[in-house]
C-alpha cells in the first residue's frame, strides 16, 4: 500500500510541475519605442531652438504622453498619442528602430488629429534616447524629444516660432519623479 501511495504523490508531483510551466510570452513589434513619457512642450524656431520667453506658451507643465505599437503589429509604426493633454492628438509615425527615431509622414490619411477633420499633425525629428535623461530623483532614464506641428494653429505665426519642442523622459512608476 505504501508503494501505491508513494507511486500517486510522485505521479501528482508531475503532473502539477508540467502544468505549471510558464508560456514565454511575446513582446509587441515596437517594445523598445513604445512607452509613458512625462514630457514639456516649448515654442521652438526653425532650427529647433526654444524660443525665448516662449517655454511651456500654454502654462501645462508636465504632461503624459504615449508611444505605443499599432494594431497592425509593424515595425515600422508607432502610435503618439498626447492623451488630450495638450492637442488631442493621436497619429501614426513611421519609426526606424535601429536609429530609434520617429515622424509622420506626408499621407493625410495617417496624420489626422483623432477627432477632428482636416487637421494634420506634422512630426519631425523624433528621437528616443537610451539613458539620455535624468529623473527627478536623479536616476537615469530614457529621453524623447519631438517637434510639432498642427494645420489648424495660428500661433507660430501669430508670436514668431515654427513648431513645438515635446521632450522629457519615460515614466518610470515611482511617485518620487512624477
Known amino acids: 500500500?505504501?508503494?501505491?501511495?508513494?507511486?500517486?504523490?510522485l505521479l501528482l508531483t508531475m503532473t502539477l510541475a508540467t502544468s505549471c510551466e510558464k508560456e514565454e510570452v511575446g513582446g509587441t513589434a515596437t517594445e523598445?519605442?513604445?512607452g509613458q513619457w512625462y514630457v514639456t512642450c516649448d515654442a521652438a524656431d526653425a532650427n529647433g531652438n526654444v524660443v525665448e520667453g516662449l517655454e511651456d506658451p500654454f502654462g501645462l507643465g508636465r504632461f503624459l504622453i504615449v508611444t505605443a505599437n499599432?494594431?497592425?503589429?509593424?515595425?515600422?509604426?508607432?502610435?503618439?498619442?498626447?492623451?488630450?493633454?495638450?492637442w488631442e492628438f493621436n497619429v501614426k509615425?513611421?519609426?526606424?528602430?535601429s536609429t530609434m527615431t520617429f515622424f509622420t509622414s506626408t499621407s493625410a490619411?495617417?496624420?489626422?488629429?483623432?477627432?477632428y477633420?482636416?487637421?494634420n499633425v506634422t512630426i519631425a525629428g523624433g528621437k528616443i534616447v537610451k539613458d539620455g535623461g535624468v529623473q527627478n530623483n536623479g536616476s537615469k532614464a530614457d529621453y524623447i524629444e519631438f517637434y510639432v506641428k498642427f494645420s489648424?494653429?495660428?500661433f507660430p505665426a501669430a508670436y514668431g516660432y515654427d513648431s513645438y519642442k515635446i521632450s522629457g523622459v519615460r515614466y518610470s512608476g515611482l511617485a518620487e519623479n512624477d
Do not use: H, R, W
Request: contains cysteine.
Open 1 to 9: 500500500m505504501k508503494k501505491v501511495l508513494y507511486f500517486a504523490a
Open 32 to 34: 523598445s519605442m513604445a
Open 70 to 86: 499599432t494594431s497592425s503589429n509593424n515595425p515600422n509604426e508607432i502610435l503618439v498619442n498626447d492623451l488630450g493633454n495638450f
Open 93 to 97: 509615425a513611421n519609426c526606424d528602430q
Open 109 to 115: 490619411d495617417n496624420n489626422l488629429v483623432a477627432g
Open 117 to 119: 477633420e482636416n487637421v
Open 152 to 154: 489648424d494653429d495660428d
